[in-house]
Structures are given as structure tokens and as C-alpha cells.
């Protein structure tokens, strides 16, 4: 009999230790183990949040107000920064407190929580994570300070998966974009490998991976304030929407009366399934702040929807979600 999933056996054990609830950010390292919680029926219930600060909080909240263990959880790399505030104030007041971070480099990961996590476990062998999750949690509810897993990036093997839609999304923009456009782009490989489509005249801002999620976004603004009459385009990730796309809006929508040329288009791209419950309206918020918003529900709708972008008379926000495979 073949080994249960990795990410299925971790859920398992927080069932068994009764963990309510999982409070954390759904980035695409933790992905498995966001759609084995989705699976298991809100036992334990993944509690979506959009800042690591927030996971940590509402984790040490949940372990002072009940008594039991608080699960926080996050996607190594940036977004697992957010944790830190947190976790140093679990290691201060010592309530129970358990963080799970998922990524491909556990020395890194190491490094970031030496001296706020007690101690540290590496789950990555199905057969032993029920002993490593049981003994985390048995720290965590001794005392101390809190305590650290950590996940590998692949949890143990694929699942159907959406399909990546960066390629299609730059193909539609190259063959639309204005001459001497700005581009700028999220810190993702696979999404700045499609960047080489863009017109030779385009400027094009790649983010560095180890720049904050949303950084596009941040760099677009900061583009347009810079030539207001030249167009700007931020390819930026769902992940990066969830932790500052937001505000950044408002900084949009604050500004662009200003602009002599509205035109700063926002392309949001999903680079992983998102459960239902946990869809952000994107396109809707915009519409919300008084810029143009449309979510892109089919492919065949990527290409007028850009151009409509291009054409209003404000700056917009595509929403793009991913397309499943069959």
C-alpha cells in the first residue's frame, strides 16, 4: 500500500490533536496542504488571511482565548516575513503556537525563525510526519515559546492543476500594447520568462524574487508618477494582490485624475486554484475605488478585455483567473 499524501497526513494529525481551525496565507508552496484542509471538510477549517502579521495574531488569539494549540501558516520566501512580529510575540507571552511554513529551502527557513521558534521540525517523510506533527504539538502545549514545521514545496505529488495563464495573458497584451509601454512584472520565473514576447520598444521592470509579493504593482505606480503620459502595465500575482494590492489601489484611485494619460492597467494572474470560499474580487473592489474592473472568466474574453482597458477612460484592474485543465 502506497504512502498517504504528505499533505494529507499533516491535515490528519491536526484532526486528531481536535485544531479547529488553520489560520494562513493559500501561496502556491502551501498549496497542497491548502486544498488537503479544503478536502477534509473545515475539519480543521483553513481560515484565509492576506499578511503572515494577521496568521500569527489570530493563531496566538485563538491560544489564549481557548487553551488549545494556534496553527498559523504561511509559503516560505516573503510572504513567511509577515509571521516574525508574531511569532516573537508568542515566544515573549509563550501560549501555544504552532507555525507551518512550506517551501523549497529549509536552511533559509531556519535561519528566519532562529531564536523566535523553540524548536524546529523538517516533515517530509509521509510515514514519520504523523510522530513530527504529534510532537510539535506537544511542545507547543508544554510551553516555552512556540515551535516551527516545515514542509517541503512539493507535497507529494501532483494533483490536476490549473493551467498557467501568464502566457496567454502577455501574448494578448504584446499584440496590444502601445509603443514605449512600461511592463512591469511580479518576481515569478515562470512569469518573467514570458516577458521575452513584449515588443522590443517596451520597457520592461522585472521584480527580483526576493522582493516583497505585489512588488509590481508598487514599481508600476512609482513608473506612472515618473512619465504620467506613457502607459504602464503591472503583471502582478494573485499572491501579491492578497498582500498589498489593495492599498495600492486606493493610491490609484487617489491619484489618476492627475495623469494626463489614464492608462495603468493591472493584470491579475492566479498562479494556482483557488478554493470558492476564498475568491477576492479583485475587479470588483476596483469598480469600488471608481477605476475599471473586469474578471476574465474565459480565455476567448482575454484579448477584448484588454483592449477595453487600453480604451477606458481610467486606469483598470483585469482579474484572471485560472483555467483548469481537463
Not at 507571552?93 to 512550506?102: K, L, N, R, S
Not at 531564536?115 to 517523510?125: A, I, K, M, S
Not at 514599481?219 to 499572491?239: N, S
Amino acid at each position: 500500500m502506497p504512502d498517504p499524501r504528505l499533505s494529507d497526513t499533516v491535515v490528519a494529525r491536526l484532526a486528531a490533536w481536535r485544531v479547529p481551525r488553520v489560520f494562513g496565507i493559500p501561496g502556491e508552496p502551501v498549496a497542497e496542504l491548502v486544498e488537503a484542509l479544503h478536502a477534509a471538510g473545515g475539519e480543521p477549517e483553513l481560515v484565509p488571511v492576506r499578511h503572515g502579521g494577521n496568521a500569527a495574531a489570530m493563531a496566538i488569539a485563538h491560544a489564549r482565548l481557548t487553551g488549545g494549540v494556534g496553527i498559523c501558516l504561511s509559503p516560505a520566501g516573503p510572504a513567511a516575513y509577515g509571521l516574525l512580529g508574531g511569532l516573537d510575540a508568542a515566544r515573549r507571552d509563550t501560549p501555544p503556537v504552532v507555525a507551518i511554513i512550506g517551501g523549497e529551502d529549509p536552511v533559509r527557513v531556519d535561519q528566519m525563525v532562529a531564536g523566535l521558534c523553540r524548536q524546529v521540525w523538517h516533515v517530509e517523510d509521509p510515514r514519520r510526519a504523523p510522530a513530527r506533527v504529534d510532537e510539535a504539538v506537544r511542545a507547543a502545549l508544554a510551553g516555552r515559546g512556540p515551535v516551527c514545521l516545515v514542509l517541503p514545496g512539493a507535497l507529494g505529488g501532483p494533483r490536476p492543476t490549473p493551467a498557467d495563464p501568464a502566457g496567454a495573458v502577455v501574448e494578448e497584451l504584446s499584440a496590444r500594447l502601445p509603443p514605449a509601454a512600461t511592463v512591469t512584472v511580479d518576481g515569478e520565473p515562470d512569469l518573467i520568462r514570458h516577458t521575452g514576447r513584449l515588443p522590443p520598444d517596451a520597457t520592461v521592470l522585472a521584480c527580483a524574487a526576493h522582493e516583497a509579493p505585489g512588488a509590481a504593482l508598487s514599481c508600476a505606480v512609482a513608473a506612472k508618477l515618473a512619465d504620467p503620459d506613457r502607459p504602464v502595465f503591472a503583471l502582478v500575482t494573485d499572491d501579491g494582490m492578497r498582500a498589498q494590492g489593495f492599498t495600492e489601489l486606493v493610491t490609484i484611485a487617489q491619484g489618476w485624475p492627475r495623469w494626463p494619460d489614464p492608462r495603468l492597467v493591472v493584470l491579475v494572474l492566479h498562479t494556482r486554484a483557488s478554493h470558492p470560499a476564498d475568491e477576492v474580487p479583485y475587479a470588483g473592489w476596483a469598480r469600488l475605488l471608481g477605476l475599471h474592473g473586469v474578471r476574465v472568466t474565459r480565455p476567448p474574453l482575454l484579448g477584448p478585455a484588454v483592449t477595453q482597458a487600453l480604451t477606458a477612460d481610467r486606469p483598470s484592474v483585469l482579474d484572471v483567473p485560472p483555467t483548469p485543465h481537463p
